[in-house]
T-cell receptor, first 110, second 114 residues
Framework: GDSVTQMEGPVTLSEEAFLTINCTYTATGYPSLFWYVQYPGEGLQLLLKATKADDKGSNKGFEATYRKETTSFHLEKGSVQVSDSAVYFCALSSRNQFYFGTGTSLTVIP | DSGVTQTPKHLITATGQRVTLRCSPRSGDLSVYWYQQSLDQGLQFLIQYYNGEERAKGNILERFSAQQFPDLHSELNLSSLELGDSALYFC?????????????FGQGTRLTVV
């Protein structure tokens, strides 16, 4: 079945450090891929998405590229801020379901 | 604000009781999804409705049921509650369903079973 495997956390970084959160997927067909972010006490918010191979999604300095050859959609940011502290979920959409990874908790310290 | 409204925000109830969680999707969205988020299980898909019809079912217990009404709001009914049912329950909505659809999440209902 379809699934998403996400890098285990928690991740702690200093402000202005480079961030990578790994995500790989298994899917039949051609899914769309998403990163969602959950700030403390809130629901999940869409961060970025990509709908086909080689697409790059970007938002708020975050980027992820849909790599069909490696079945990956890694999240990156060049310089993290304290306000980026949150839980990040990788997800795929295929047919009529969303499949979420387990989430990666990121803490950015000043 | 995602436009998805969930009520109540918090609910505390005793074991064996029954509760109903309510979700109003974004205006125009026909699909509603329910998820359970607990510390040890992550985000678990429960069930999806599209325009009043059940489209997909995930790890939903037999004690749980849901429905989507003609005005497109949805309710998740949880009965014979157990301590392990304590979790955050999220509703999400999308305009349609399928691979290119993105979901918009509500703020969740935090259920505590004591």
């Amino acid at each position: 079945g379809d699934s998403v495997t996400q890098m285990e956390g928690p991740v702690t970084l200093s402000e202005e450090a480079f961030l990578t959160i790994n995500c790989t997927y298994t899917a039949t067909g051609y899914p769309s891929l998403f990163w969602y972010v959950q700030y403390p006490g809130e629901g999940l918010q869409l961060l970025l998405k990509a709908t086909k191979a080689d697409d790059k999604g970007s938002n708020k300095g975050f980027e992820a590229t849909y790599r069909k050859e490696t079945t990956s959609f890694h999240l990156e940011k060049g310089s993290v801020q304290v306000s980026d502290s949150a839980v990040y979920f990788c997800a795929l959409s295929s047919r009529n379901q969303f499949y979420f990874g387990t989430g990666t908790s990121l803490t950015v310290i000043p | 604000d995602s436009g998805v409204t969930q009520t109540p925000k918090h609910l505390i109830t005793a074991t064996g009781q029954r509760v109903t969680l309510r979700c109003s999707p974004r205006s125009g969205d026909l699909s509603v999804y329910w998820y359970q988020q607990s510390l040890d299980q992550g985000l678990q898909f429960l069930i999806q409705y599209y325009n009043g019809e059940e489209r997909a079912k995930g790890n939903i217990l037999e004690r749980f049921s849901a429905q989507q009404f003609p005005d497109l709001h949805s309710e998740l009914n949880l009965s014979s509650l157990e301590l392990g049912d304590s979790a955050l329950y999220f509703c999400a909505s999308s305009p349609t369903w399928g691979r290119n659809t993105e979901a918009f999440f509500g703020q969740g209902t935090r259920l505590t079973v004591v």
